[in-house]
């Protein structure tokens, strides 16, 4: 596509509950990313893929949050057994040689 | 961890004047980035910076890549209302999209017609 798509746009979890967060990157893009972006913050960056290899996932918070990319297009970031804290808004973006394309982002609230 | 400090948290200013924000690292990037975020959407790439002391434009914005490579600078001329939002600068230690951004906190800006 044109661009990074991410849905949900919008996601309000009980606590408690699984969520999965899902990017579409722009096609042919090698690189993808993960970032967490609280309130008021800049982005923190979660993980990242390059093609299906997870190569880097030193920013995930705890081993609740699990990121995959099987196929190297698509990517799932899902969050076990959500916690206040884990309100944030997820961006994810894709590259390739030049610099990042961000999405939209999904923002996540846990109640 | 690697962190930016980045100042001014937010400015109101009006319509025509220039803005000027800042970041700081107590590390070394070799990449420098300016980052708009517009609410509800993602940041969107202002300008670039790939060498020490190096100073580029963009239309009324320009950022420069300190010569310490631990700072950089966005001015901001003659402002109008739709530059409005949050402005973020990010630290990257190669170039190219393989690595990761240090995003500072953001400025926020708020322009007064």
């Given at each position: 596509g044109a661009g990074v798509s991410q849905s949900p746009r919008y996601k309000v979890a009980k606590r408690g509950q699984d969520v999965a967060l899902r990017c579409d990157p722009?096609?042919?893009?090698v690189s993808l990313f993960w970032y967490q972006q609280a309130l008021g913050q800049g982005p923190e960056f979660l993980t990242y893929f390059q093609n299906e290899a997870?190569?880097?996932?030193?920013?995930?918070?705890?081993?609740?949050f699990f990121a995959e990319r099987p196929e190297g297009s698509v990517s799932t970031l899902k969050i076990q057994?959500?916690?206040?804290?884990?309100s944030a808004v997820y961006l994810c973006a894709s590259s390739a040689a030049g610099g990042y394309t961000f999405g939209s982002g999904t923002r996540l609230t846990v109640v | 961890g690697q962190q930016l400090n980045q100042s001014p948290q937010s400015m109101f200013i009006q319509e025509g004047e220039d803005v000027s924000m800042n970041c700081t690292s107590s590390s070394i990037f070799n990449t420098w980035l300016w980052y708009k975020q517009d609410p509800g959407e993602g940041p969107v790439l202002l300008i670039a910076l790939y060498k020490a002391g190096e100073l580029t434009s963009n239309g009324r914005l320009t950022a420069q890549f300190g010569i310490t490579r631990k700072d950089s600078f966005l001015n901001i001329s003659a402002?109008?209302?739709?530059?409005v939002g949050i402005y973020f600068c990010a630290g990257q230690l190669?170039?190219?999209?393989?690595n990761k951004l240090i995003f500072g906190a953001g400025t926020r800006l708020a322009v007064h017609p």
């Open positions: 722009i096609s042919g893009h997870q190569l880097d996932k030193s920013g995930l918070p705890s081993d609740r057994r959500t916690q206040q804290e884990d | 402002s109008i209302p739709s530059d190669g170039p190219g999209g393989y």
